[in-house]
Structure formats: structure tokens, C-alpha cells
């Protein structure tokens, strides 16, 4: 296996070899700036985590607007998946509201 690879390789780079009438690609714009990082009160960087369901986001929804918190994103799962899970909804007025979820079994925290 290790051979055909190393064959089918070996063609493929000796193509290139070969002068042909194919066009160079248009050199690549330039990346668009990354969004500037952010810093906590001590000057360390904070971490962003990329929004993620969990099996008990429905659960942990249900439970921040019978706090009175209501998002069109709705709760994303902080942790990772398990028995024990935490996550993480932000609400509409700009607050947050997090649950720990035990076996499914969410509280407020």
C-alpha cells in the first residue's frame, strides 16, 4: 500500500515537470484582519469557546426563561459532553445565565 502511494506521488510530482499552457492562479487577496483579541482585568487573553448543543440545551432554555431569560441562540454546551455538562446562555437584555446539568438533571448556578 505504502509503495502505490509512494508511485502514484512520484507520478503526480513528475507531471508538474512538464511545462503546459495552463494559467498561473491569480495571486490570494489578503486575509481580512482577525478580530482584535480580548483581555481580562489582569491582561490575560480570554478564551472564546465556539457555541455547541448538548443533549439538555432544551432543558437549560426552558429553565432561563422561567428566569426571565430569553435568547434566539439558546444554551450551548460549555463543557464537554458527559455526565456532568455545564453551559451557557446569553440573554436578550445582555446577561448570562449558566445550569450544571448532572445525568441530565439541571440546576441553576
Known sequence: MKRALLLVAVLLGGCSMFKSKMETPAPVAAATPAAPQLVDANGAPIERVPFRTGVSS??????????????GQGAGLVTEAGPIEVYRMRCEDGKVFMARCELRQCRKM
Open 58 to 71: 432544551a432543558t437549560v432554555e426552558k429553565l432561563a426563561r422561567e428566569q426571565g431569560c430569553t435568547s
